[in-house]
Every structure is written in C-alpha cells, then in structure tokens.
C-alpha cells in the first residue's frame, strides 16, 4: 500500500554533505513515522533519524547529532535527510522506512515499508 523510493546516494569526501531524499507512493496519508536506518558490511541494520511526519518531531543516534537532519514536505510525500561533515564511519546502504502504528522509533521491526536502499559512501 505504501511504496518508497530513495535517491541522492553516492560517493563524497570527508567533510562533504549528501542529501537523501525518500519519495512515497500509495497510501502516504496512512504513515505516522518516517525513519532512515544503515548497515555497513559485517553490521547489523541501525537507526539514525526518525521523523513523527505529521508534527515534525524529530529523533537521532547520538552520532549524527548535529551533523544530520531529517525533514519532511508532505506536499510532496517526501522525507530528506541532510548529512553533514560526513565522516567514513557513516559509509553505508541507507534505507527509507514508514511506520504505520505508534512504535518504537529506533527499531526496524516496528516499521511496515522500506525502501530499496541507496548506497552512501564515504571516502577519507
């Protein structure tokens, strides 16, 4: 019912910045939290920003704090996340997720849809 797509992956250098955008199709009215979520090789899928879509409350691994922002346009059906001063420890496939109920943020099985992933990479 919910389809989502991301873009804006890619290779930056250190310190660079890289935009993510997600774009939803289908019943995007039904998603209450949009969040992004990573995985290294050799790692285990983790969070790094979440956005309550209808109020824009917002939520990050300590990490990124500072560095990354999520943001919507619902207009567009869109959610972004700006990544700043990126580092190589942040190289990683990125995934767009919605979550239909009021779960808990930080883990991916409380959310119903995903994206493909698009891949972020890091250079030092």
């Known amino acids: 019912q919910v389809q989502l797509v991301e873009s804006g992956g890619g290779l930056v250098q250190a310190g660079g910045s890289l935009r993510l955008s997600c774009t939803a199709s289908g019943r995007t009215y039904s998603t209450y939290i949009m969040g992004w979520f990573r995985q290294a090789p050799g790692k285990e899928r983790e969070f790094v920003a979440a956005?309550?879509?209808?109020?824009?409350?917002?939520d990050y691994r300590d990490s990124v704090k500072g560095r990354f922002n999520i943001s919507r346009d619902n207009a567009r059906n869109t959610v972004y996340l700006q990544m700043n001063s990126l580092k190589p420890e942040d190289t990683g496939v990125y995934y767009c997720?919605?979550?239909?109920?009021?779960?808990?943020?930080?883990?991916?099985?409380?959310?119903?849809?995903w994206g493909q992933g698009t891949q972020v990479t890091v250079s030092s």
């Open positions: 997720a919605a979550q239909l109920s009021i779960g808990r943020l930080r883990i991916p099985s409380e959310y119903d849809y």
């Open positions: 956005i309550i879509r209808s109020v824009g409350t917002t």
